[in-house]
């Protein structure tokens, strides 16, 4: 399977909360990232976590981190339709320079 | 701050012809990486640079694609001559460095068409 899993799609309601999920395989992460990707434009990083934390909080963004079970999620607050885009997790290994992505999760907000 | 700059945005040519991309990445960014996007995955690297040498080229395919970074700054990837498996969006990425966090910063990317 896939080294960083994610779930194809979420559909929300504007206002509401979205949370994406990410699973990985490589208990030596040290960095977890989300990216965003809106059409048509290169990826945005929008936040990261270092593996010996569990949360992280960004004004409308909350990492949450398991790392017993290798899992990530990203909750959007009062979700906008300027949030509809492709969502990337990725994993930064243990003597890797470079993260791995996942294959991403479009998020669709609807009025 | 200006972003990474990528030329072309779009490019379409046929099987067996040849194309090259161009990347600016931001001022004073050592790290410089090209990935490939196929429709609906995540970005796979291609090939990754510090100042103008080569730290991982393991997923290039070396008999048609090549890249440098000649002068530690701009960067070329060309694919010669191009198969139709090859189309993709390319992203270009540029980073500080390679120590912690690494803070990838990227480019609109280009999207090539091979018919």
């Known amino acids: 399977g896939e080294d960083v899993e994610q779930s194809l799609f979420l559909s929300v309601r504007e206002g509401d909360s979205s949370v994406i999920n990410c699973t990985y395989t490589?208990?030596?992460?040290?960095?977890l990232y989300w990216y965003k990707q809106e059409p048509g434009a290169g990826l945005q990083l929008l936040t990261y976590?270092?593996?010996?934390?569990d949360m992280k909080q960004d004004q409308r963004l909350t990492v949450l981190l398991n790392k017993k079970d290798k899992h990530l999620s990203l909750r959007i607050a009062d979700t906008q339709t300027g949030d509809s885009a492709i969502y990337f997790c990725?994993?930064?290994?243990?003597?890797?320079?470079?993260?791995?992505f996942g294959r991403g999760t479009s998020l669709i907000v609807h009025p | 701050e200006a972003g990474v700059a990528q030329s072309p945005r779009y490019k379409i040519i046929e099987k067996r012809q040849s194309v090259a991309f161009w990347c600016n990445p931001i001022?004073?960014?050592?790290?410089l990486y090209w990935y490939q996007q196929i429709l609906g995955q995540g970005p796979k690297l291609l090939i990754q640079?510090?100042?103008?040498?080569?730290?991982?080229d393991s997923q290039l395919p070396k008999d048609r694609f090549s890249a440098e970074r000649l002068k530690g700054v701009d960067s070329t990837l060309k694919i010669q001559p191009a198969k139709l498996e090859d189309s993709a969006v390319y992203l270009c990425?540029?980073?500080?460095?390679?120590?912690?966090?690494?803070?990838?910063?990227f480019g609109p990317g280009t999207r090539l068409t091979v018919t």
């Open positions: 990425a540029s980073s500080v460095g390679t120590g912690g966090a690494v803070e990838q910063y």
């Open positions: 490589d208990s030596s992460s040290t960095y």
């Open positions: 976590i270092f593996s010996n934390m």
């Open positions: 990725a994993e930064k290994r243990g003597g890797s320079y470079i993260p791995t």
């Open positions: 001022s004073g960014h050592a790290t």
């Open positions: 640079f510090q100042n103008n040498g080569v730290v991982d």
